[in-house]
């Protein structure tokens, strides 16, 4: 069955500093990943998606990811932390042949605070 | 436009309690979603409806719990005889068809005193 690790449990960054959140996933054939946050008392939001093509995506807020197969990656990263970036990270796997829906398999989360 | 959006977003029940937790999915989507998420972990997949029935709920813990979506389009997670165990935060997410992005609500936080 898919799985998803994120091995840090909570990260603390400067305000400006660049950020990378690590991501692990198990899955035989090419995942359909997807990175969302989660801040207080909000539901989940979707950051960024990898399906198939280039191993480096853009998505929200100036975030990106990259997937690396070899690895069994797929990193967030983003080059100056805000403030508000503070909230709960999920990594997410979605398995497209074992069932017929989007099964959304979560890891167990990174909390990242934000020094100033 | 509106969101998913769930009620109430906090309920507080006594153990042995019977609970019911409301989702109301983006107008038009029609597959539904409800995942659990206790404290410290990522959400958890409970069930999925496809229209009006549910195509897998395979993730529901014990029989304790039921959910139903009987036109489609609302949908409400039951739990009978609560347990202190059953205390987590409860995700519905929406998409316009299985094999689109899900869009999720705020949640319903359930504490069982």
């Known amino acids: 069955a898919q799985s998803v690790t994120q091995p840090d449990i909570h990260i603390t960054v400067s305000e400006g500093a660049s950020l990378e959140l690590r991501c692990n996933y198990s899955y035989g054939a090419t995942p359909y990943l997807f990175w969302y946050v989660q801040s207080p008392g909000q539901g989940l939001q979707l950051l960024l998606k990898y399906f198939s093509g280039d191993t480096l995506v853009q998505g929200i807020k100036g975030f990106e990811a990259e997937f690396k197969r070899s690895q069994s990656s797929f990193n967030l990263r983003k080059p100056s932390v805000h403030w508000s970036d503070a909230a709960e990270y999920f990594c997410?796997?979605?398995?497209?042949?074992?069932?017929?829906?989007?099964?959304?398999?979560f890891g167990p989360g990174t909390s990242l605070s934000v020094i100033p | 436009g509106a969101g998913v959006s769930q009620t109430p977003s906090n309920k507080v029940t006594e153990k042995g309690k019977y609970v019911e937790l409301r989702c109301d999915p983006i107008s038009g989507h029609t597959a539904l979603y409800w995942y659990r998420q206790s404290l410290g972990q990522g959400p958890e997949f409970l069930i999925y409806?496809?229209?009006?029935?549910?195509?897998?709920d395979s993730g529901l813990p014990n029989d304790r719990f039921f959910a139903v979506r009987p036109e489609g389009s609302v949908s409400t997670l039951k739990i009978q005889r609560t347990e202190r165990g059953d205390s987590a935060m409860y995700l519905c997410?929406?998409?316009?068809?299985?094999?689109?992005?899900?869009?999720f609500g705020p949640g319903t936080r359930l504490t069982v005193l």
């Open positions: 997410a796997v979605v398995s497209k042949e074992e069932t017929s829906y989007d099964k959304v398999i």
């Open positions: 997410a929406s998409s316009l068809d299985p094999n689109n992005e899900q869009f």
């Open positions: 409806f496809q229209g009006t029935g549910a195509a897998d």
